[in-house]
């Protein structure tokens, strides 16, 4: 009965840590997406994708823990291809938010309450696309796989992982196909309106 119990807290907590990275990931993507449309990115809409970064970070600290000591409590899931794909994925997650914590927000941060279009975030463009693509798929992917039940000890590790790279590689094909496109459209909602005579 003990061991019963332990194990519904465990899985309350990883399943909180989906709903909480993958929400806030959503919600981050909305935001953004939301918020760059003037062109410009004042004080107030900054902290409030650092706070929903943060979310994200909370929600993985709680998925890995409690991940792994599923595999603990069930040593047959190591044999799982499954598992692995969705331990590789997590990683992958892990590392591109650090890249986004290092790296694009203090981009962000650089070009608060001015034109986010100049020559260093042209220079700049490719590593926020693409890590913006890494963390949506990533996350998308490591929920379905977390609920895909059917597929436990089914296709080997490479057919997950052939098939979330498949879906990475199309998404920031198309994300840096995009770029030039996304750039001009941001360099023209940050112009002054013209002067009405």
């Known amino acids: 009965m ?5 194990h519904e807290v465990i899985t309350f907590f990883h399943v909180a840590g989906v709903a909480i990275g993958l929400g806030s990931a959503v919600v981050s993507d909305y935001l953004f997406t939301r918020f760059i449309k003037d062109g410009v990115l ?9 706070f929903v970064s943060l979310l994200v970070v909370a929600g993985l600290a709680l998925i890995v823990p409690t991940g792994l000591l599923f595999a603990v409590a069930s040593p047959e899931q190591w044999h799982d291809g499954k598992f692995w794909a969705i331990l590789t994925v997590t990683s992958l997650i892990g590392i591109n938010g650090a890249v986004i914590h290092h790296k694009v927000i203090p981009i962000f941060e650089a070009h608060v309450d001015r034109p986010l279009v100049d020559e260093h975030l042209e220079k700049t463009a490719k590593l926020i696309l693409t890590t913006g693509v890494v963390s949506t798929v990533s996350w998308w992917t490591a929920a379905l796989l977390g609920v895909w039940v059917s597929a436990d000890f089914r296709y080997p590790y490479l057919y997950f992982i052939s098939a979330y790279t498949v879906l990475l590689l ?8 995009m ?3 996304i750039l001009r459209m941001l360099l023209r909602a940050a112009m002054p309106p013209p002067e009405t005579r």
């Open 2 to 6: 003990r061991v019963v119990k332990i």
């Open 42 to 50: 004042d004080h107030g809409e900054l902290r409030a994708l650092r």
């Open 170 to 177: 199309g998404g920031v094909i198309a994300a840096q196909l």
């Open 179 to 181: 770029r030039q496109r």
